[in-house]
């Protein structure tokens, strides 16, 4: 079975993730080019969602789990209100 065959299967069970993905990655992608952070460190997240860009050629499901737990990490870098940068009090 060719890799196309088994995406070709995927999308018929499953339609739409696939299109789902796309924009999550593309999303990723997008916030790693607007983070303030040192060039290598932004080369480094960049290919980590060029690898997860290759495991979707292949297996959509573990390429959707690497992105949740890439997307994870990255709200590491986000500078959005948390919980840690909330003041303490009432």
């Known amino acids: 079975m ?8 995927f999308r018929e069970s499953f339609p739409g993730l696939d299109g ?3 924009r999550r990655l593309r999303d990723a ?3 790693v080019r607007a983070l303030g952070l040192p ?4 080369v480094r997240l960049a290919k980590r969602l ?8 292949r297996d959509i499901y573990h390429a959707n ?6 997307l ?3 709200e590491a870098y986000s ?6 940068n909330m003041a303490s009090g009432d």
């Open 2 to 9: 060719a890799a196309d065959d088994r995406l070709n299967h």
């Open 20 to 22: 789902l993905l796309a």
């Open 29 to 31: 992608h997008r916030r």
């Open 39 to 42: 060039d290598d460190e932004r």
């Open 50 to 57: 060029l690898v997860i860009c290759d495991v979707a050629k």
């Open 65 to 70: 789990a690497r992105l949740e737990a890439f």
């Open 72 to 74: 994870i990490e990255l």
């Open 79 to 84: 500078d959005t209100p948390s919980r840690r």
